[in-house]
Each structure stands twice: as C-alpha cells, then as structure tokens.
C-alpha cells in the first residue's frame, strides 16, 4: 500500500516524513549513528529484506543524508556514511528514543547516553539557542515564519 506524498504540504515536518518517514528509515540513520555502514551489517542487525534496504538506502543517498563510499572494487560495496545532514538528524533519533524509554521501555532504556564530560548518563533537554533556558510547549508561541505561504500547517484563529 502506498500512502499519501506530502510533498505539496508547505510544512517542514510534512517535507521531512518525505525523506525519513518510513520506519525502517529512522532505524537505517539510528544504526549509522551508532557507526554502522556496511549493506550486509544493516541487514543483519535489522532484518530487513535486501530490496527495501536497498530502496531506503538510495532515498538516503538521494537526499543527501548518507553518502556512498565504495571499499572493495569488485564487486563494487559501498560504506554508507552519514553526511552534516544526516548527522543532524541525532537530535530527532534522540528525541525518540527518549519518549520511548519513557513510555514503551517497561524495563528501562535499551541504551544511555554517557556525558563525556561529567561520566554521568543524562537526557538532552532542549534550551533556547539565544538564552540558555529550557524551552517546553508552554514557554514559547508559534507564529508564521518567513517561508509562511497560503497553505500554512498553522490553524487559523
């Protein structure tokens, strides 16, 4: 079944669940943030069929998240890096596993993160980026921003 493209929503989590949306997307960049970046290792530890690794991974590569850099000429085999876009998609995977060792992991989270700096395991909070203050939904207000068109994700009031 093919769902619905949200390519004309004018909507950045729209254009976003575009290129990462579909699960076994977000587990491919999990494991490549966790340094994964051989074909048959993702395979593996996913146990996802060949053809839709193979599709998910050119989407990958399409839209800039992961690059191929060949290691063996033949046959060709690639490693699959993540690039500063792909990178930048950390904070989403933490925020995810985040929500769910808080609300699907009954016997504790599966992994930690470590601060290297303290030792300690810790949560990333969110602050705003002009102040330092932790920033939830009830401490900030949402309004049109600059690529705002007619079609806008915000309802009217």
């Keep these: 079944m093919r769902r619905a493209s949200f390519s004309g929503m004018n909507c950045s989590v729209a ?5 990462v949306g579909e699960w076994w997307t977000l587990l ?5 943030l966790f340094g994964v970046t051989r074909f048959d290792d993702f395979s593996t530890r996913l146990g996802i069929a060949r053809n839709v690794l193979t599709q998910r991974l050119d989407t990958l ?3 800039g998240i992961l690059i191929r850099d060949p290691y063996q000429d033949n046959p060709v ?3 699959y890096r993540l690039t500063d876009k792909g990178r930048d998609l ?3 995977i933490n925020a995810l596993r ?3 060792d808080k609300w699907s992991a009954p016997d504790g989270a599966p992994v ?15 602050v705003c980026s002009e102040c330092g203050e932790h920033v939830d939904r009830g ?6 921003g600059p690529g705002a068109g007619p079609n806008s994700p915000l309802p009217e009031r």
């Design 61 to 63: 590569v399409e839209h």
């Design 15 to 19: 254009q976003t669940l575009e290129v």
């Design 98 to 100: 985040q929500w769910g």
């Design 77 to 79: 085999r690639y490693d």
């Design 90 to 92: 950390w904070t989403v």
């Design 139 to 144: 401490s900030v207000t949402v309004r049109l």
């Design 112 to 126: 930690e993160l470590v601060h290297t700096g303290c030792g300690h395991t810790t949560t990333l909070e969110p």
């Design 28 to 32: 491919i960049i999990r494991d490549a």
